[in-house]
């Protein structure tokens, strides 16, 4: 012992702590205004990539063409940054934008294409047709969220949840997005890779250099990045390096190719009905359910990752609950005002929250201050929404790894040396990936999933559950952690059930009152069990 010179002390290992340290600002802490008005822009900056990306994929193939794809765009803020305020006062009160779901493509996508369109010569009154459809499908999903949240059901299920079966749920809603960050940045890798480089360099090592500036560079290396590719990209387009490239290349690398800034009007209000009264299908409702019960699955491993980097502590299971009420909420906003896709907390800002160390509640609801502006404004959120994908990507590649990595820290909670939980863990992961990649690959080469029966509502279903890698990877964790030994003394120690148990119920750690509780003392009137 005396030759190695070291103290006992340093081969201890690091205390587990249910609250993440080294956060700047909590979630019931604000930065200074001018920081937070700043932070809110950014976040709001985040979510215009899924957001423009999901009206990219589904309004062309509804029929709607550049200014239809345009007022879809606007709807979509104005509505998320309703759902967003909504979320942050009644809901969970975690610092999470409420924006697009990848989950409802597919559903979307299969009335986009439905047979019933045929018959329709102007593509703009297919696209209305089209939405109208969709609407109805929202706002009957939108019920079946709220009475799984408000009658409690998620409550329910969550009182079950362990630090073991969420390791798996939060890694993959960040991995599993993998498809958005790479693979789309080499789109066109001459913009795409030196935004990756820059948020890297700005955000994890110009705060070494300068440690009297280390707090701005790291809470804006977004925007420094953006600002500084994407005036790259402009003097690109404007040297007539892409006039004579592929049109893909043009698509993804042009400054001036979105279509969105022309066809955007100066001034629009979005309101509801207004692609006209919404229908109801059965069939296609009930796609779309299952799209909302993997949004709810997907939101609760986004919402975990929040309450860590806001450095609250985890979420009590009447909390987690109401949360879910909300996103139902939120989900009839998206059907009456037609978003033409349903809603759910964003992965991409959970991850923000972590590479700014900011958790402030407050810098969330400005942000959806931002969105209803910039929703009404059309011209000038037209021109943010023009910005190349390829940046957006190269964000997601830092912001869906923090996600990733919110889900390795709870294994803080559990015995890493149980082989139990490396099972489970090492499991689910694997086919929570493995089998959303079969189910993709499949659609992709044939077509149609491999689920394929007469019956297009079910094969929708399938397709819909088994694409999701959060949704696969929870089911398989959460069964296994039910079911695998649970008799046994040594699983709830092992799984870290007794690390969370003081938060099941509301009322008895004094903290959680202080992260949840509802404004002007609501709980008086909705109180949490």
């Not at 939108?142 to 409690?152: D, L, Q, Y």
């Not at 420094?224 to 990209?233: K, L, M, R």
């Not at 986004?302 to 989900?331: N, Q």
């Not at 997601?396 to 490396?422: D, H």
């Amino acid at each position: 012992m005396a030759a190695g010179g070291g103290k006992s002390d340093d081969f201890q290992p690091f205390p587990v702590k249910d609250q993440l340290p080294g956060v700047d600002f909590c979630l019931s802490s604000t930065p200074s205004w001018p920081e937070a008005v700043l932070l809110g822009f950014q976040h709001y900056l985040v979510m215009l990539g899924t957001t423009v990306i999901i009206s990219s994929i589904i309004v062309p193939l509804m029929g709607g063409g550049n200014v239809e794809k345009a007022d879809v765009i606007n709807t979509v803020l104005f509505v998320a940054g309703i759902n967003t305020l909504l979320q942050t006062l009644f809901g969970s009160r975690l610092p999470v934008v409420i924006g697009g779901s990848y989950a409802f493509i597919i559903p979307t996508i299969s009335i986009a294409l439905s047979r019933r369109y045929s018959t329709f010569v102007d593509p703009h009154r297919r696209f209305k047709a089209s939405m109208r459809d969709v609407q109805g499908s929202l706002i009957v999903a939108s019920f079946f969220t709220m009475v799984i949240g408000f009658f409690g059901f998620w409550r329910i299920v969550s009182r079950f949840f362990s630090p073991l079966a969420a390791i798996p749920l939060v890694i993959l809603t960040g991995l599993g997005l993998y498809a958005q960050g790479f693979p789309q940045l080499a789109r066109c890798i001459e913009i795409g890779l030196p935004a990756l480089v820059a948020v890297v360099f700005l955000s994890q090592y110009v705060p070494h250099f300068l440690k009297s500036r280390r707090g701005i560079f790291e809470r804006f290396a977004i925007l420094f990045s953006v600002a500084i590719v994407w005036a790259f990209a402009e003097i690109l387009t404007a040297a007539g390096a892409y006039d004579n490239r592929a049109p893909q290349t043009q698509f993804s690398c042009r400054t001036d190719r979105s279509g969105l800034i022309s066809a955007a009007p100066w001034i629009r209000f979005p309101y509801p009905f207004q692609w006209g009264r919404p229908r109801f299908n059965a069939g296609d409702a009930v796609a779309v359910i299952a799209a909302s019960f993997v949004a709810i699955i997907e939101s609760t491993g986004t919402f975990i990752t929040a309450s860590r980097y806001a450095s609250a502590t985890p979420m009590p299971p009447s909390v987690l609950s109401r949360g879910v009420g909300w996103l139902g909420v939120g989900l009839l906003l998206d059907g009456l005002f037609g978003t033409g896709s349903g809603s759910t907390a964003s992965v991409e800002n959970a991850g923000l929250l972590g590479l700014t160390r900011v958790g402030s509640r407050t810098v969330i609801q400005i942000s959806a201050v931002f969105m209803l502006f910039f929703s009404v404004l059309g011209k000038f959120g037209a021109v943010l929404a023009s910005i190349p994908l390829p940046i957006m990507a190269a964000l997601y590649c830092v912001l869906f790894a923090y996600v990733a990595s919110a889900g390795l820290g709870l294994l803080q909670f559990c015995n890493l040396n149980s082989f139990r939980t490396k099972f489970i863990v090492g499991f689910s992961v694997f086919m929570g990936l493995s089998v959303p990649q079969y189910f993709n690959q499949y659609l992709l080469v044939s077509g149609h999933g491999p689920v394929h029966t007469r019956s297009t509502w079910f094969n929708n279903v399938m397709q819909v559950i088994f694409s999701s890698p959060a949704t696969v990877g929870f089911i398989v964790a959460f069964f296994l952690d039910c079911t695998h030994s649970y008799g046994h003394s040594s699983v709830r120690r092992d799984s870290g059930r007794h690390w969370w148990e003081k938060f099941r119920n509301f009322n008895t750690d004094t903290r959680s009152e202080e992260f949840y509780s509802l404004p002007a003392n609501l709980n008086r009137f909705f109180p949490s069990f």
